[in-house]
């Protein structure tokens, strides 16, 4: 038997392809069943016309429950929700969601802090990162229009992180301030 990295794609897509409708279903149903990480991948790809708010919604609540959830911390696994939002951006090409997800992120890290105190650099590390990530999709052609949206947003994380430790309020300060600077340039 051929070990699973020594089976090229062409070889399944071809394999795929002698599947009737129903074996093709049973295999989605079974990949489904088989991990969390896949359920999402095959929830966002739903098409857009069946989709609904509880697609978002349960990717939402994956971020949500990492940070804080109804048991005080929740798993504090930043990569846990990272992957999920790539999951999200993938699976469904959903700008404004996937910068939902992105900001969201970023008020449970946010909110997590100002609760329970500092942590780990790994943990600001994330924040950043995502904040990046956000501020570079924002100023995008296509994230532009959604700046409107998010501006409060923004402006509430630079002032609940005013006076975090470890530079990050500054960071979040010096990202904020640059995003305001660009639409501030780009009205003029």
Same mark, same amino acid.
């Given at each position: 038997m051929a070990k699973? &990295? +020594? =089976? @090229?794609? +062409?070889? =399944? @897509?071809?394999s795929l392809k002698t599947l009737d409708k129903k074996e093709l279903i049973d295999?989605? *149903? &079974?990949? $489904? %069943?088989?991990s969390?990480?896949? %359920? *999402? #991948?095959? #929830?966002?790809r739903q098409p857009e016309e069946k989709k609904s708010d509880w697609v978002l919604e349960?990717?939402?609540? =994956? #971020? *949500?429950?990492?940070?804080?959830? /109804?048991? /005080?911390?929740?798993?504090?696994?930043? /990569? =846990?929700a990272r992957k999920a939002i790539l999951d999200y951006s993938e699976g469904s090409g959903d700008l404004a969601g996937t910068m939902e997800l992105m900001i969201l992120f970023l008020e449970n890290v946010v909110e997590f802090i100002k609760e329970y105190g500092d942590i780990d650099e790994e943990f600001y590390d994330a924040g950043y990162e995502m904040l990046r990530k956000f501020s570079e999709l924002l100023k995008t052609p296509e994230g532009q229009g959604f700046y409107p949206q998010f501006k409060e947003r923004l402006f509430k994380l630079r002032r609940e992180s005013d006076d975090f430790g470890y530079g990050f309020?500054? &960071?979040?300060?010096? $990202?904020v301030e640059d995003v305001e600077d660009f639409f501030e340039e780009d009205q003029q």
């Open positions: 699973e &990295d +020594s =089976v @090229k794609w +062409s070889e =399944v @897509k071809n295999l989605i *149903r &079974d990949l $489904y %069943r088989h969390t990480e896949n %359920r *999402r #991948i095959i #929830i966002s349960s990717f939402q609540q =994956v #971020i *949500r429950n990492e940070f804080l959830s /109804d048991n /005080d911390f929740g798993g504090l696994r930043s /990569d =846990v309020g500054d &960071d979040i300060a010096s $990202y």
